[in-house]
């Protein structure tokens, strides 16, 4: 070094000295310690030799923890539901306390049956019109009327409703307004 930058840094021409002895020290010892560990090695494997040592199995792969869980989940479930069903049959009264059903009659019992005929009258088919009432809610239109009645849309529908209620215009429509909704 300079006697300059000695003199920058504070560092005497000592110090400098001290510290390359250091390195040189450090230095030789460091290859001296390489060299024993190789031969501390060497002496280990040559004694590992003879206890003839199996090589240590690698690590399971990641699809054997997840099978295993995965066994593991359906052996839990299935005991979780069968305490449950068993807690259940245990908790639920028993049939001692159930009424006993009714008995057949005797005429089902034996086997007859008796056929009575029907009337000429009633056996003629009886139209049954049945209308439904309706009153028009914020934001119904006739289209959502007839789909929520009769389950799709269909122009006689509407025609049908128009001539019920006999409306003029089937969009005019106000809110609380009573519709007869024919159901035949």
Do not use: C
């Not at 003199?7 to 001296?32: C, F, G």
């Not at 997840?66 to 539901?81: K, S």
């Amino acid at each position: 070094m300079k006697s300059s930058t000695l003199r920058r840094s504070n560092i005497t021409r000592e110090k400098v000295a001290m510290m390359e002895a250091l390195s040189r020290y450090n230095r030789q010892h460091q290859d001296e310690d390489f060299y024993k560990n190789q031969a501390k090695s060497k002496e280990l494997d040559v004694l590992w030799q003879s206890f003839n040592v199996k090589p240590q199995k690698s690590e399971k792969t990641p699809q054997v923890y997840f099978v295993a869980g995965v066994v593991v989940g359906v052996i839990i479930t299935l005991a979780v539901t069968t305490l449950v069903s068993l807690l259940i049959s245990f908790s639920t009264p028993k049939d001692d306390a159930m009424p006993a059903p009714a008995k057949k009659s005797s005429v089902a019992a034996s086997g007859k049956f008796s056929f009575v005929p029907a009337d000429s009258a009633a056996s003629k088919p009886v139209a049954v019109s049945t209308n439904e009432e309706y009153m028009v809610k914020e934001g119904d239109t006739l289209e959502s009327i007839i789909i929520r009645f009769y389950g799709s849309f269909d122009m006689t529908k509407v025609d049908a409703i128009q001539q019920a209620n006999k409306m003029a215009n089937p969009n005019a429509l106000s809110i609380g307004q009573k519709l007869i909704i024919p159901m035949n």
